[in-house]
């Protein structure tokens, strides 16, 4: 599997249904690199169970019946050295989702995603890399786009003018879902070049990750 850590990727698991709990536990938990390391039910028991599993990621469901997914994600990113989440959906709260990633998430899953197809992400997650894929990506943008005018297009047009040329094109290519490597190919850059772009990038537009930078561009266009 690309991407994967040195140690087993800790992950956390929050979602309200039982059966899914111990579900996504017995997959992820077939997978070598990948450390299952606690299951909560309700988002008012993440920090607690941050604290005392320490995970790389967190899995985290959106609607839970005490805190949401989204203020529970919120929170974590608020952190000084938080985990990565990845948002559960259905695909039924693309909205939701869409709100999830501007408060920090670092994309979102299908939870009936081959089981492959998650335990990729998660590693991926936990490395940095982007773990959406471009076509659920520009899905998701679609759906918000179809309720008309975006409001926040002349702010993301007015952020990514901080940008100049060479880090415009490297957020570009972040939107659309590319990894490190295959940015560094297309620009003619070392990986190592392509990772100093990004924390030009995540500190002159005041943001935390790659998925973010995506939410952005995809709002100026």
Same mark, same amino acid.
């Given at each position: 599997?690309?991407n994967?850590?040195?140690?087993?990727?800790?992950?956390?698991?929050?979602?309200?249904d039982? /059966?899914? *709990?111990?579900?996504?536990? @017995?997959? /992820?938990?077939?997978? $070598?690199?990948?450390?299952?390391?606690?299951?909560?039910?309700?988002g008012?028991?993440?920090?607690?169970?941050?604290?005392?599993?320490?995970?790389?990621?967190?899995? @985290?469901?959106?609607?839970?019946?005490?805190m949401?997914?989204?203020?529970?994600t919120?929170?974590? *990113?608020?952190?000084?050295?938080? !985990?990565e989440?990845i948002?559960l959906?259905?695909?039924?709260?693309?909205?939701?989702?869409?709100?999830?990633?501007?408060?920090?998430?670092?994309?979102?899953l /299908?939870?009936?995603? !081959?089981?492959?197809?998650?335990?990729?992400?998660?590693?991926?997650?936990?490395?940095?890399? !982007? @773990?959406?894929?471009p076509?659920?990506?520009?899905?998701?943008?679609?759906?918000?786009?179809?309720?008309?005018e $975006?409001?926040?297009?002349?702010?993301?047009r007015?952020?990514l003018?901080?940008?100049?040329?060479?880090?415009?094109?490297?957020?570009?290519?972040?939107?659309?879902?590319?990894?490190?490597?295959?940015?560094?190919?297309?620009?003619?850059?070392?990986t190592?070049?392509?990772?100093?772009?990004?924390t030009r990038?995540?500190?002159?537009?005041?943001?935390?990750?790659?998925?973010?930078?995506?939410i952005?561009?995809?709002?100026?266009?």
């Open positions: 599997m690309a994967v850590m040195p140690d087993p990727v800790r992950v956390l698991i929050v979602d309200d039982a /059966l899914v *709990r111990a579900g996504l536990s @017995m997959m /992820l938990g077939a997978f $070598d690199e990948i450390e299952v390391v606690g299951a909560v039910a309700d008012t028991e993440v920090a607690g169970a941050v604290n005392t599993h320490r995970p790389h990621v967190v899995l @985290m469901d959106i609607r839970m019946p005490g949401d997914g989204l203020t529970a919120a929170d974590l *990113r608020k952190r000084r050295d938080p !985990p989440v948002v959906t259905t695909f039924d709260t693309d909205e939701h989702v869409r709100r999830a990633m501007r408060v920090g998430a670092s994309g979102f /299908l939870k009936h995603e !081959p089981p492959g197809d998650i335990a990729r992400a998660v590693c991926r997650a936990a490395s940095g890399e !982007p @773990m959406f894929t076509s659920v990506l520009r899905q998701v943008m679609g759906m918000a786009a179809a309720h008309g $975006d409001p926040d297009r002349d702010r993301a007015l952020a003018k901080r940008l100049s040329p060479s880090e415009g094109d490297v957020a570009r290519l972040i939107a659309g879902g590319r990894t490190n490597q295959e940015i560094g190919a297309e620009l003619n850059m070392s190592a070049t392509v990772k100093a772009y990004m990038i995540f500190t002159k537009l005041e943001l935390s990750n790659r998925t973010q930078v995506a952005l561009v995809h709002d100026a266009r």
